[in-house]
Every structure is written in C-alpha cells, then in structure tokens.
C-alpha cells in the first residue's frame, strides 16, 4: 500500500493532498501527511503544503507530530513567516510533562533555522539543559550546538556554553557525551577561545564516563581525549592505562579512537619505560582484528593502518599475514593490503611476500596486477637479498605475455637496474623481444632507458633506439626526453661511425655540439643518476604526524590534512604530536595543557608539494571545455565534470587568503604579490587621522553630493547557450550585484520536445572564485516552450584560476538530457563591494604610494552628464566618491573601488565641461584589472 | 558529523533521505546517484569526495545507505553507524529490501530522528527503541509517568541495552560458540595462513538485571589460576586444552576495564539474543579438512584435475553441508566427472565443478576426479587458477574453546545460579577455506 504512496504521490497532485490535508477524519489526515512526507523524499517540491500541514501539527497523536516536525525542518527555511504558526506549540510541547515529548520539541526546534524561531527557543533550551530528565538534557547539549551553528553570538551571549560546560560533570554519562561532543564542535569554530578547558580533572571525568557510555558516547569522550596534552611522561602514562581497554570494544570506531589517542600519548613516553613496550604489544592484536569486520570497515582501518606503519613500523612487522590478499576481498581492500605488504616487507618475510605476489600477479583486475608487479620490484630495491629472486619472477611474468603485465615489468626492471647497475644484464635480451608490445609512454621510456644505459652491450642498440625514434613526433614528451637524453648518451659512448647516414649525420650533429666542451656535456648526459630511495609513497613527515592525530577520521582515509577537503573554518588548525616532557619539566610550558588540542597557534604544517602540483596538472586535465568545444557523450563528461571539482578539492589548494592566491596569480610581478601585504597595512593607516587641517586636505572637497545609491546597474540578459547548441534548453542571463551579493540572473527555456528536469550548474576555475552559493532551484520540471527565471546567489569562495579575458566565466549546465558548457562575461563591477570607500587621507596615501608605471589613461567618448549624476550613478554600483574638485572648468572626481578579493582601484574622473569627453585615469597594484573597470565605467554610466 | 542519510533502491531512486546538517543540499542526493550508483565502472571505494561532499555507502542486497559530511567526521563511526542502522532496520521489520522500506518509511524516519541527532549517533540498542518507538506508532498516549521516566533513563542510562522489570517464568540461557576456520594452503600443503575468527553468541531469557560472569579455557586465565593453585596436576589437564587468544572484543554491555585487569568477562546482558564476543585464534588451529589438488595440463585442449579431501577430527564426530568448489577455466567445453562419494556436477555459469557431501565422519578420506576439455583459445592471457575452496560445517570449535562456566547471579529475585538451564553448543564453519592449485 505505501508503496502506492511512493508512486501514486507523483501524479498526485498538490491539489488533492491539500483537500485530504485539511479533512475531519483523523486517519485521512494521517495518511495524506505520510503522502507529503514521500513527495519530499523523492524530492519533490511540496512546500505550497506548508500552512496545511502545519496546522496539522496540534495533536496529541505523537506519529503524526513527528511527521509534521519532519516536514517542517525541511521547509521552514523557504516559508519562515508562515513557519513562526508553529512556534506555539514547539514552546507548549517544551513543557509537557512527557520528557519524550520535551526532548522531541527541543530536538526538533533545533534543526528549524529561521532567525525568529530560533529567539524563541533560548528559553526552552535554558529549561531543557536543566530538566530533571537526563534524556531531555542530553538532547539540549547537541540543541546547544544546532543553535551555535545558526547563530553562534546568540549562544555565546545567553551563556549557553557555560551551561554546556557544567554538563561536562553531569551525573548521567549520555549527557557528558553529548555534551563533550558539542563542545569539541563548537571550540572547532572557535580555535584561540579555551572552551573545552581540559585539564587533569575534568580529564578524570571524562575517562569515568568513558566506561559508562554508549559506544557512541565513548567515541566523542576518546576523540576529545585526543585533543588534550597531558602535563608530563607519567600523566601520560596514566590516561594511556585508562584507555587500553577500549581496544577490546566490538565497536571498531571506538578502538580506532583508542589506538589515536595512545599512538599521541606514546610521543610522550620515554621509550626505554617498560609501558613503552607494553602498550606496543598491546597495539597490534586490536589492529589485526579490525581486518576481520566488514569490508568497508577494514578499507578505514587499512588505510590507518598504512598510517600507524610509518609512524611506527614495530607494531606490526611479525603480523604480515594477516595483510595477504584474500580472494573475495574488495578490490578496495586488496589494493590496500598490498600498499601495507610493501611497507612491511624485510629480509625476515621476503620469500613468503614474494611467492604471494607472483600469485597476484594472475589475477583479473588490472590496477591490482599492476600493483602487486610494482611491489615485486620495490622488494628487490627494499631487501637486496632479494633482488634476484625478484629478477627472476619478473622474467616469468614476462613470459606470460600478457601486455601490460609485461610493460609494468619492464617499468620496475628499469629501477632494480638503477639500484643495482650491471648486475642483472643478462636479462636485457630477453626485454628486447618484447619491444613491440610496448605501447604505454612509461614502458617505453624505461625501455629506452635501458637500451641506452647498456648500449655498449647490445649489439643492435642503435637499431632499437632508431626503431623507437621513428614515432618521434608521436610520443608523448616522457618518451622523448628519453629519446633524446639516451640517443645523445650513445653518441657520447661511440664515435658516430655507423652505416645509417640518418643517424650518422644526427650523431655528427651531436658530436660537434658536445665537442665544443665535451667535459661539460658528458657531465650533463652521463652524470651520477640520483639513486633510487627504498620506500615509496612515504608521507611527508609533518603531515604524518598530522595525520596520527586524526586517525578514525575521514582525513586517515583520504591521507589529506583537513583543510584539505573541508570548508570553512573547520578542521583549518592543524594538529601534532606532542613532544615529549618529562615529569619534571612539565612546568616549563604552561600552555602546553590548556591550547585546546595541543594546537597552540603553532605555524601550520607544511604540505607536500606534490599534493599542489598534482592539483594543477589534474585541473590542467579535467578543466570542462569553453562552448565551442563539441559536445562529448553525455556521461563520460558528467563524470569528468563533476569529479573534476571533487578531484581538485580532495587535492586541496592551501592558500591562506583569496586575494593573495589571485594577486600572485594574476600580476605574476612583485607588485602585485605585494599587495596582499598592502591592504592589509591599509586600514591601520588610515584610523589615527581625524580631519585633514593640512594643505593636503585643502585641495578636497567633500564630495557631499554623492546622492542616494540608486542600486546597481543590471545588464540586460543575453543568451550564452543557444537553443540548438544544447538539445533544445536556451540559457540567456546576467549579473547582478544585490543586497550586497552576487546573483547570477538565468532564464532557462524548454525549446525540445520533452520535459527538462534535475538542473545542475557548476562552474569552471575562474579569476575571482565566483562559484555558485547554492544548488540550482528549478524545483519544478520545466515543459516544453517554458521559461523559467532562476536567480543564482553566487559567492566568491570557489577555487581560483586566472582566465583569458580575465572575467570570463566557464559553467557547465546539467539536466537530465545531458550537460552543457558555455562561457560567458561579468562585468567586473560584480565584484565592486560595499565598503569601497576609502578615506580621503589613505586615498591620497595610497594614490602616491602606487608606482605610475601602474597608472591607465581611458578615455570615454560622447558623455554629457554632470559630474554629480555622474558621481550618483557610479555609487549605485559602489564605485565610490571620496572626493571632487573643481580646477579650470573641469571637475575632478576622485573614486575608490574594492573588489571582492580586496585589490582596490583608484580612479581620478575628468570631466570637462567644454568637451563632451571624460578622462579615466585607474590606478591599481593589480594593473591587470584596470581594463576591465574601465568597460564598467563605460557600461555604468551610459545606462 | 554525518550531514544527511541517504537510502537508495537499486535503480538509485531515492526511498529515503534525512538531512541534519545545513551545508548537504538536495543535490548531494543526486551526485551520489550520478557519480556512484550509476557510474560505469566498478565502485573502487567505499568512500567517495564529490565537489568537497564525502559520501559513506554500504550495500545490503541492492539497496544503497549512503551518509554524507562536508566534515572532516569519524569514519569508522559512520560505518559503524550505518551497519548498526542496517541492524535496527533488520531487528524491527525483517529484510532490508525496497518493498520493506516503502512498508516503513514512517517507521525510518522516526527511527533516524532518534538514534541520529544533528549528525551525532545516540543509544541505537534495538531493545532500549523497542520500548517506546513500535511499529504502531508510539505508544506514547497510554504511557504513566512512572513507564516514561523508565524508558528515559535507560535510554540514556548506564545500562542502556535492558530495561527492567523483565521476568521469565522459566530462567533461561543458551550460549552459541560459533566460530568460521579460515585456511590458506599452498598446492604443497603448507599452511600459508589460518585463522579462527569467533563469536560467542548469548540467547538469554533471564529475569531481573542479573549479573553474568563468563569463563572459557582462556590460557592466560588457566596459567594464572595454574599457578595459583600451585598443583602441578591442575596445570597439567587445564594447560594441555587452554588456548591461546590473540585478541577478543566484546559487546559493550561487558566491563572492559574489568577484563584488562583481571580477564574476567563480567557483565549484565541484554535481553534476547546478541553476541557476547568474537576473538581470533592463529595457534594450534584443527584443520578440520585437507584438500590435495592435482591439476595436469594434456596438451593445451585438456586439463585433468584430481581432489582429495580428508577429514581430520574425531571419527565419532560428523561433519555436514561439505560442498568443494574446484574452478574451471573459461573457455571449458565439457566436463566428465567421477567421485565416489556425495554428488559432482559441473556448473558452467559459475565456472566451477561443485561437489557435494552430505555427512562425512572424521579420519575418512574421498576422491574426485575430472576431465576438462577446453576450446582453444587465442587468448594470451593465462588462467589465474582461482584456489579450490570449500565449505563444510563441524560440531565442535576448530580453536579448541571450551565454555567452562557461565554464571548468573540476582540478588533481588530469589533465583540462584543453579536455577538457570543453560545450552551450550559448538559449530564450526568454514570461512575462506581455500587450497591453491
């Protein structure tokens, strides 16, 4: 029956939900909200429901409250006024005698974010977080936090959080729990604010009602935990004794958090402390567990693990197989297992790891084959014993003839014989047979490699090289620099003395440049090859040790710092290990206890760079194409569209501030790098100056005419994507600036035959991070030949790029046909914000500061407005006076501009009276911009 | 934290979708469906980053449970959380299946109101929920105030996993030692890696809230109290049948710190059925089965291939549901098969030769052979030989775990430990039981 409900509630129609809504018949009414209720999980658009449901909402039927409750958290947000019908009963409900149903109210009025719910909610919630039920406490501590979250000041000015704090020593261990949990979320948002203020005692607490916890409970106790830094060695000690036993919880993530927080402390111990050992020991059979829960499980706890191994690889290395791949594990799994062998090979295990990985060299999946050839050959680097073996194995592999088996052979057989140079040649012959089967770029530099290395030992090496250099134009550049480096390197070997002319010539080419200082070239060509390192993939070790203080968590899985791929001011501080302290010292550092997750304000850990690097060559790759490019199938785009943006996030872009990143991007000169400093100086220079009494002040006039802002200038809206460039959907649309935000203005138009729906929009890197706030709200399926307007609030957070022209926009548009690209302009006065004003004094500071060669002349033909109307219009899109003065007949204004970033402009208008031509000169420490203000100022004030 | 809760059919229609947090809109819904249920390729990980939106999934039959966070959250906990929901759903209606969840979408949503609170898991014990969220609606109406702060306080009490006031007529327990024997051998029939992974599963209908102490030949345990007692003889018999332990975990109704102290397992149980612990044993393991392979390639059309198993437990004792698997290249043709025991037939879809035996008793040996054609290919690569595996069923625990006691003390009602009928049973299973070829 309910599953007609599902169905049916598509058709249904609003119309005869609101009839049912509002019967007399209890039973009727309950199903119809259950019929809503469906809608609004299928994602269906039923808030024109809300004032019917909502007075549904007055029953003492407790399943029809909840349903109720459940629809309004997902709509009071988009009907707030008629939300506030139901803020008398939320109250009424806080004090029913029902603790169930005072917990409900709190619980729900919490996840209702509207700005006039939420005052009415203070008193409640200040009743809940003292109810005599620890069931209605625990549910006000999170409270406490939902309402931080919308509006933190309103928490912080009831004394909500002090409230919260005594929690902590609440009676009941579910009310402590939730209440640590709360707190750790808010002191995130509020790094340098000592909230949790952890000390020996209120730690004391919090490991009492560690053992009388959910596992839940127990998981945000150990996380907290983790956060603190104890005092010394034997405070350290102590927490560690009252931890351990966590690890025999059947709940892994509560194990995972117990294995954080030893792995922290034992920073800490001195490691010839016989507990040093112990808690060693202690650590590997809980890890060894965690491979026997559920697959998904195990992937969390392998990727720990691969973590714990490089921090401290004692811990496991006797328990190397229970890491040997099973054959129904998970690719995900195996591919894991095989990282964590690797890292876990020595001489002690190698025979056995070896006979393994030849066996899983056979199998099916290609990544997992590939991978377990490379491990066979970073054995023989790791443990030299081996090297022969490994030799050996990989020749059998060779023999299977099965390509790419072959060629990631050869790919590893290239790096022993850099390891071990002229030891294993004997099986040169045996990699030339197979080099046609060579078709990767990476196979076939190492090929050439080695042809060229030993090409004193192969009789037909000039050949093979020949051989390769006939696909010269084709190959990608990592098989040409081969080429080059090793043709060059034969010649400097062997005089060129061979029969092909071709070569010779090439050769002689060769000789007579390297004859001029054959030295140096041989230096260059044959130079000391830098040697191979034993392990791969190793973590940098300040983010490892970063990394260690988050195990459990999803930046353990991605092997990412959090900032990496969370937004906002979460996760931005960055963690470390303690150091250790002795028991007597412990006085030394007295804030060693209180910085709130033994962060202190410590210098952010260094990335790696690779992580950036990385970043810019996937972008380089996954970039979306510009309108003109034709369209690619469908899905193969999507997928490419929409990882793109999750590819770059995962990589992460570590950029302290916006505007510095784009500065530097952009100017590319010291000036503009430079800026970022600037403006920050800037409002501290501009503070102590009151009225200007001095000659320079003189020469101002107070531009006290400035007028009314009138609002920002729209362009009107013009079509980016033509109907027939995108399966029948005609985008036209434009920019606005309003409410002090950025809208992107759509009219999106149905020209195909069939109904559009499940619209998506995401933009490309672009010069000043526009990126869209919010989904694309076309809530309704959009029909044939209709047009729906969408306004899209945008902000300035998204990830930077300079683009050609600079305000050029790149978007892809998705619906449920296909996904559509095209590029379109801002004006730059979008990104004109409202505090552009600038003070007269700094103006003038500023303005001589700037260096002239950064000054552009424009000039703007055909104007007769007045310099006042002028100024007028100019402000409504906050291009701001700051002052005017009058010389020979013609007005000088003098304006500054701020853009989003925070690079200003400064302008000095001329308008003359006698000519109906105005003068622009901009200057700006990011010239780059200058261009493109100036086509507002043009824009502006024609309309 | 988890930001929203998302439950897919197979088709990646939405059948149930729960945001707590502000920062997941609607289109983490249809990313999930996009990049992940529909992508083309095999999913590659159980976690997925789309545009800065992480997202958890786990799979039961074809229904997708995905949890997203822009956070940077626990991800064990969320697994953790999904499969505990995944275990709340099962305990309340049965099957996890589309039909099963449009039958309870009410019931879900109260459910996810409850055990997730703005992201943060809360008491998910199916025996706390059951007291006051039914699958009637709640019972709320008819509740006194007494039943109300009852429910409350074990929902958040220390003992949130019983209520009281339970009584039994008849004071009852069983106690399941279940444990799967994992084997990896070589073609040589070297043990390459063996394991028993166990669980002691508790069915207890015992009244009150009593107190339960559990003791099993834990070598530790017997070496301590051996030693102890001083009698050479006590150390003898008891030391011989201990085992060794590599690690246990254990339902959070025991006392953990209690166990790291003294290894005593104390605790008070649920009401019901649930598992008490699982541990892991790498020593001294009884490989119930041997399995001898002997492949031989005649010629490249023709593969012969000969299985031995012998059973190695007490001759008293009968071994149940064996079944070998011994897989098949695939480009097989035709398969002749002989054995002289159960029945053989050659599965072409699943590219294998199953073989089956009803009952087998221990110290007993039986043969198989077969005859492959195959089809010649011009298909370079090799055939993995995936291992012969095999599935079998014995009635005693292959790590050698002996219940010794299980004792249940009340002090408030008049039962005594002596009172309580208690069952205990031994089952061994294969896990993944596997011999190379």
């Known amino acids: ?943 | 934290m988890i930001g929203g809760l998302f439950i897919y059919n197979h088709k990646g229609e939405v059948l149930i979708s729960r945001v707590y947090r502000d920062d997941i809109g609607r289109n983490a819904v249809d990313a999930f469906r996009v990049n992940v249920i529909h992508a083309r390729q095999q999913v590659r990980s159980p976690v997925t980053n789309i545009a800065r939106t992480s997202f958890f999934h786990v799979k039961r039959s074809n229904i997708w449970l995905a949890a997203v966070t822009k956070q940077n959250v626990n991800a064990a906990m969320v697994f953790e959380f999904l499969y505990k929901m995944c275990d709340v759903m099962t305990a309340y209606f049965g099957k996890i299946s589309e039909e099963n969840i449009k039958n309870n979408f009410v019931l879900i949503y109260e459910l996810l109101d409850e055990i997730l609170d703005f992201g943060y898991p809360q008491n998910s014990e199916t025996g706390a929920l059951k007291t006051f969220i039914t699958q009637q609606g709640i019972k709320s109406q008819h509740q006194t105030k007494e039943e109300q702060s009852q429910i409350t306080s074990q929902v958040t009490g220390q003992i949130g996993w019983r209520r009281e006031g339970i009584k039994y007529r008849r004071n009852e327990l069983f106690l399941d030692v279940l444990e799967s024997v994992n084997l990896l051998m070589s073609p040589q029939g070297q043990v390459l890696s063996a394991h028993v992974s166990g669980r002691v599963v508790m069915k207890s209908y015992l009244s009150g809230m009593p107190e339960c102490k559990f003791g099993m030949n834990d070598k530790i345990v017997i070496d301590k109290q051996g030693k102890a007692g001083a009698s050479d003889e006590a150390g003898k018999s008891s030391g011989k049948q201990s085992i060794a332990i590599d690690d246990c975990t254990f339902h959070q109704c025991v006392r953990l710190s209690k166990f790291d102290s003294e290894r005593s397992i104390s605790f008070i149980p649920p009401d019901g059925e649930y598992e008490l612990m699982r541990y892991r044993t790498t020593k001294d393991i009884i490989l119930p089965f041997r399995v001898i392979p002997l492949v031989r390639e005649v010629g490249r059309t023709k593969l012969e291939v000969k299985v031995v198993i012998k059973s190695n437990f007490k001759p008293s004792l009968l071994a149940q549901k064996i079944e070998v698997r011994i897989p098949t290249p695939l480009n097989t043709s035709g398969v002749q098969v002989i054995c002289m025991k159960g029945k053989a037939k050659y599965k072409a879809s699943e590219n294998a030769i199953v073989w089956k035996i009803k009952r087998m008793a221990g110290m007993k040996e039986s043969q198989i052979s077969a005859e492959i054609e195959l089809l010649p290919t011009n298909d370079k690569k090799k055939w993995a030989r995936p291992p012969i595996s095999m599935n079998f069923e014995v009635p005693f625990a292959p790590s050698g775990l002996k219940v010794r006691y299980l004792k249940v003390f009340e002090s408030k009602l008049n039962y005594s430990d002596h009172d309580v009928i208690k069952w205990v049973r031994y089952i061994g299973r294969s896990g993944i039981y596997e011999t190379r070829c």
């Open chain 1, 1 to 943: 029956e309910t599953n007609k409900l599902y169905c049916t509630s598509v058709k249904c129609c609003i119309f005869e939900l609101k009839a049912e809504l509002n019967s007399d018949k209890k039973e009727k009414k309950k199903e119809a909200v259950k019929k809503v209720i469906a809608s609004m999980t299928v994602g269906k658009d039923v808030s024109a429901l809300f004032p019917d449901v909502v007075n549904c909402m007055q029953t003492d039927n407790l399943e029809l409250k909840k349903l109720v409750y459940l629809y309004l958290m997902n709509y009071a947000k988009s009907q707030p006024d008629m939300a506030i019908m139901a803020v008398n009963t939320f109250v009424k409900d806080c004090e029913d005698p029902n603790p169930l149903i005072r917990a409900l109210a709190v619980r729900t009025m919490g996840c209702i974010r509207v700005d006039k719910i939420t005052e009415y909610l203070c008193e409640p919630l200040r009743k809940c977080l003292k109810d005599e039920d620890p069931y209605v406490r625990k549910t006000a501590a999170v409270c406490v936090a939902k309402l931080h979250d919308i509006n933190a000041q309103l928490v912080e000015d009831q004394g909500f959080l002090d409230t919260l704090k005594d929690l902590i020593s609440d009676s009941n261990p579910m009310v402590v729990a939730n209440a640590v949990a709360a707190l750790s979320e808010i002191s995130e948002s509020h790094p340098n604010c000592n909230l949790l203020d952890l000390n020996p005692q209120s730690i004391n607490k919090l490991l009492t009602a560690l053992n009388e916890c959910t596992e839940w409970g127990q998981i945000f106790i150990l996380d907290c935990l983790a956060n603190y830094t104890p005092r010394d060695d034997r405070e350290s000690q102590s927490i560690c004794e009252r931890v351990t036993p966590r690890l025999s919880h059947a709940n892994s993530a509560v194990v995972l958090s117990a294995v954080k927080v030893l792995m922290k402390f034992m920073e800490m111990l001195p490691k010839d402390l016989d507990y040093y050992g112990t808690l060693l020991k202690k650590l590997a059979p809980p890890l060894v567990t965690l491979l026997s829960a559920e697959p998904e499980l195990q992937y969390v706890a392998l990727r720990n693990i691969n973590l714990i191994v490089q921090k401290r690889p004692e811990i496991l290395k006797h328990e190397m197989k229970v890491f040997f791949v099973k054959y129904n594990d998970p690719i995900y799994v195996k591919l894991e297992k095989l990282d964590i062998m690797i890292r876990l090979a020595s001489q002690a295990n190698i025979a056995q790891v070896l006979a393994e990985l030849k066996e899983y060299a056979t199998e099916v999946d290609v990544d997992f084959v590939r991978k377990a050839v490379r491990a066979i050959g970073r054995c023989a680097i790791k443990v030299e014993q081996s090297a022969e073996r490994c030799v050996s194995t990989l020749l059998d592999l060779i023999q299977t003839k099965v390509n790419y088996v072959v060629q990631e052979a050869i790919v590893v057989i290239k790096d022993i014989f850099r390891k071990y140079p002229n030891k294993y040649e004997s099986v040169i012959a045996t990699l030339c047979e197979n080099l046609d089967s060579l078709d990767e770029p990476e196979a076939r530099a190492a090929m050439i490699w080695i042809v060229g290395e030993y090409a004193e030992r192969i009789d037909n090496a000039d050949e093979l090289l020949e051989s390769f250099l006939e696909g010269f134009h084709d190959e990608s550049t990592q098989v040409t620099t081969q080429q080059n480096t090793q043709v060059l390197h034969k010649h400097t070997q062997n005089t060129p003395d061979s029969d092909n002319p071709d070569l010779r010539d090439r050769g002689y080419i060769y000789w007579r440049l390297l004859s001029t200082d054959p030295v140096a070239a041989k230096e260059v060509v044959l130079a000391e090859k830098p040697l191979i390192s034993e392990e791969t993939d190793l973590i940098e070790p300040t983010l490892l040790e970063e990394l260690i203080c988050h195990i459990g968590s999803l930046a353990s899985v991605y092997h990412k710092p959090p900032n990496a791929f969370v937004e906002g001011s979460r996760g931005v501080q960055h963690k470390r290990l303690p150091a250790r302290t002795a028991s007597g010292e412990s006085a030394e550092s007295p804030d060693a206890g209180q910085s709130v997750g033994g962060v202190s304000d410590a210098p952010p850990a260094v990335i790696p760079s690779q992580g950036d690097l990385l970043g810019d060559l996937l972008n380089l790759d996954l970039a979306p194409p510009s309108a003109s490019v034709p369209v690619v199938p469908a899905s193969m785009q999507m997928g490419v569209d929409l990882l793109g943006g999750g590819l770059d996030s995962l990589v992460g872009l570590h950029r302290p501030s916006g505007s510095q990143y784009l500065s530097g991007d952009i100017g590319g000169s010291p000036i503009a790098v430079g800026l970022a400093g600037g403006t920050g100086g800037m409002p501290a220079g501009l503070g102590g100056t009151p009225a200007m009494g001095g000659g320079l002040g003189d020469l101002f006039d107070l531009g006290g005419g400035v007028g009314m802002a009138t609002g920002s200038y729209v362009p009107p809206k013009a079509v980016w994507l033509p109907a027939m460039k995108a399966k029948g959907l005609e985008i036209s649309g434009t920019f606005a600036r309003r409410g002090g935000g950025i809208h992107m203005d759509l009219s999106l138009t149905n020209n195909a035959m069939s109904i559009m729906t499940d619209f998506a929009i995401q933009f490309n890197r672009n010069s000043f991070g526009l990126a869209p706030a919010g989904p694309l709200q076309v809530l309704t399926p959009l029909a044939q030949n209709q047009t729906i307007d969408v306004s899209l609030p945008l902000n300035t957070n998204g990830p930077i790029m300079k683009m050609e022209p600079l305000n050029n926009l790149q978007v892809a548009v998705k619906n449920n046909i296909d996904v559509f690209y095209f590029s379109c302009q801002y004006p730059i006065s979008l990104l004109f914000v409202e505090d552009g004003k600038m003070d007269r004094q700094v103006f003038l500071a500023t303005w001589k500061d700037i260096p002239s060669e950064n000054e552009t002349q424009y000039q703007i033909k055909d104007f007769h407005l007045n310099s006042d109307a002028a100024s007028t219009k100019l402000q409504g899109s906050n291009v701001f006076t700051v002052a005017k003065r009058t010389v020979d007949a013609q007005d000088l204004l003098y304006q500054s501009i701020k853009l989003t970033n925070g690079i200003w402009a400064l302008a000095e208008l001329r308008i003359q009276s006698i000519t109906p031509n105005y003068m622009l000169a901009l200057k700006c420490r990011a010239p780059e911009v200058s261009q493109y203000i100036c086509q507002c100022y043009e824009l502006l004030l024609r309309n």
